[in-house]
């Protein structure tokens, strides 16, 4: 049977258009969409499939995988031997950065901010595994500051550093990089003889965006909820200012409204980085439902969005969600004591 929304053929010409941006490969695509039966059935809700970008590959795996393509050909038209880079003390993006460069030959400098704790577990542990030289900073300043010294220091000792912090594609490659990932989507649910109602994804913005682009360029009609795991940015004038930049690059004439973005930020909890309840909840239903391990940091927080979502009514079991799985499970074991059984009484 054939249904009357875009046939992946027609998805070519999107492709194409990307195709000229230069790239690295590095992430293992398309990724597999499968469904979530038992997910489903347990929330007696409506057909769920989980995008498994937790499985692009390299060093774990992760959505920021699929954003190094497009950055990391731009720091390769450079020939550095170093990649020096900035990020948090527990960034999935650090840990796929370092295992990007290593494939590619680099070696990497990354300069996170907060203290080396006593313990060292989760990204750190694997930044630490995969060969990174690791410095730490107490702020902002003093990470900027640091890069700025270790890329003189490379350059003295004969090296040559490329700051990524410094590399301007960050926001739009993600953004590309998620028109993709909604084709494989579409593609995956047109072979299932269905279309999405709704796209669930943890979203700071850029990611986002690229799910919106494509739901444009495509007129497939489902909604993009993104779940925010940050009081940092305002989502939606974030992603809508993200995904025209990134129009603009694609030379397409698209304008994304601020209105048009839907970004729940109720799931945020106590803060970027702090388990919520919710999201540990809806961590183990996953874990136990289907045998997939999320996060509680962000994507443990956008399942509890989606779960909240089908508790409140908003779907029928007629409803096809996606949840795209961004990745980010290193963080279950910084978090260790929240899966004993101590911690699970009436769970
Ligand atoms: C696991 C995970 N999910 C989602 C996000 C947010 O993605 P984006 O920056 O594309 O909005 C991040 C970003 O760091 C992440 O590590």
Known sequence: MMLHHPTPSNFQWIRDRIAQVPRVKIAITPTPLEEAPNLSKALGGPRIFIKRDDLTGVALGGNKLRNLEFRLARTMAESPDTVIVGLDLQSNSARQTVGACNKLGLRTILVLEGRRPDVVQGNLLMDYLLGAEVHFAETRDEQRRLLDTLAEQ????????????????????????????????????????????????????????GIVLARRLTNAGFQMQGITATDEFHVPSRTAAIANETAATLGLDIVIAEEEIHNDDRFVGAGYGIPSDEAIEATRLFARTEGVILDPIYTGKAAAGMIRH??????????????????????????NQLWLPEANQGA
């Not at 028109?179 to 669930?200: C, H, K, V, W």
């Not at 029928?316 to 074991?333: E, R």
């Open 154 to 209: 490379c350059r003295s000792a004969g090296g040559r550093p490329h700051i990524l912090n410094d590399n301007p594609m960050f926001d739009v490659a993600s953004a590309l990089a998620y028109i993709e990932t909604t084709l494989e989507i579409l593609d995956g649910l047109d072979a299932a003889e269905t279309r999405p109602t709704a796209l669930y994804m943890s979203s700071s913005g850029k990611g986002q965006a």
């Open 310 to 335: 089908i508790r409140e009514g908003r779907y029928t079991k007629d409803d096809v969600l996606v949840f795209v799985h961004t990745g980010g499970n290193p963080a279950v074991f910084s978090w």
